[in-house]
Nanobody, 120 residues
Framework: QVHLVESGGGLVQPGGSLRSSCVAS????????LAWYRQAPGKQRELVAV??????TYADSVKGRFTISRDNAKNTVYLQMNNLKPEDTAVFYC???????????????WGQGTQVTVSS
């Protein structure tokens, strides 16, 4: 079994910054893809950023403001969020595609989410 645990959410003023982290633990052989999604109240969950290998992709709404990175040795993915706006307010979820030890194929896992609130 694999677990993803996010941290680093919180309350920040518009224009501020936050850095969220997600640590994967368990029977991990390798992690192919890591991503951050978010879900605002009353809206569908949406993709924010993806990192596969060292290749990254961002939603248009966060390009130039958010940066996704990973530390393979720590099985950790980060999301640096700068110039935050009120419309960034959401629960942010970590997502991973993992090859488990002794397993066949790959499985998908979600974290429990961390709240990011941007408000003055």
């Amino acid at each position: 079994q694999v677990h993803l645990v996010e941290s680093g959410g919180g309350l920040v003023q518009p224009g501020g910054s936050l850095r969220s982290s997600c640590v994967a633990s368990g029977s991990i052989f390798s992690i192919d893809t890591l991503a951050w999604y978010r879900q605002a109240p009353g809206k569908q969950r949406e993709l924010v950023a993806v990192i596969s290998g060292m290749s990254t992709t961002y939603a248009d709404s966060v390009k130039g403001r958010f940066t996704i990175s990973r530390d393979n040795a720590k099985n950790t993915v980060y999301l640096q969020m700068n110039n935050l706006k009120p419309e960034d307010t959401a629960v942010f979820y970590c997502y991973a595609i993992v090859q488990v030890q002794g397993g066949v194929g790959r499985s998908h896992y979600w974290g429990q989410g961390t709240q990011v609130t941007v408000s003055s």
